[in-house]
Structures are given as C-alpha cells and as structure tokens.
Nanobody, 115 residues
Framework: QVQLVESGGGLVQSGGSLNLTCTAS????????VRWYRQAPGTQREWVAF???????NYAQSVKGRFTLSRDNAKNTVSLQMNSLKPEDTAVYYC?????????WGQGTQVTVSS
C-alpha cells in the first residue's frame, strides 16, 4: 500500500525558512516523479514544484529562486526547502506521485507565514 506523509510545516515569520519532507512507503521514490502542490483557504490547489527521477526539477514562477527540491533515495524522501517565505506562501502543502496511472497524495502539512 502506497503512503505519502508530509512533515516540516509550521509557523514562520516573513523572510524565514522551512524544510518540508515527503516520506514514502510502498513505493520507490527514486523511480517516480514527485510533485508538490499547495492550497490556500478558498483557492484551488496549485502546483509548486516537480522533481523527475533523473533529478531534473521545475518550479512555479511564484517560488522560483526561493524553493529547492532534493531527493534522499536512501530515506525514500523528497524535500522542499523553502527560503525567503512570504505571507502569500501560506497554504497546506501536499506531495504527490503516481504509479501505473494511479495518483497518490499525502495528507498535507500546514505552512503559515506571518507578516
């Protein structure tokens, strides 16, 4: 059974940093693409970042230069380092992957950035 668990969220002041981690079980992350999304209250879920198994990464324009993805294949995790956080980054952050056409989501972790 595939399970994704996000961790590392919290409350931080504007300009601060957080490191989110998505830990997988039941799936080998190094073979799968992994995406991070976020959803603020009253808004649609939006894509944030994408990590290919090759290590190639892509970022939404709103976070480019501030957020960085990394993989730890030994721990079966994908992390999202978030720097220079802004109040508009406040949201629940979710990781996502897929296998055999089936999507998998974590339960999300709350990130709150105070001004």
């Amino acid at each position: 059974q595939v399970q994704l668990v996000e961790s590392g969220g919290g409350l931080v002041q504007s300009g601060g940093s957080l490191n989110l981690t998505c830990t997988a079980s039941g799936i080998v992350f190094r073979l799968r693409p992994v995406r991070w999304y976020r959803q603020a209250p009253g808004t649609q879920r939006e894509w944030v970042a994408f990590s290919q198994p090759s290590g190639e990464t892509n970022y939404a324009q709103s976070v480019k230069g501030r957020f960085t993805l990394s993989r730890d294949n030994a721990k079966n995790t994908v992390s999202l380092q978030m720097n220079s956080l802004k109040p508009e980054d406040t949201a629940v952050y979710y990781c996502n992957t897929a296998e055999s056409g089936a999507p998998y989501w974590g339960q999300g972790t709350q990130v709150t950035v105070s001004s």
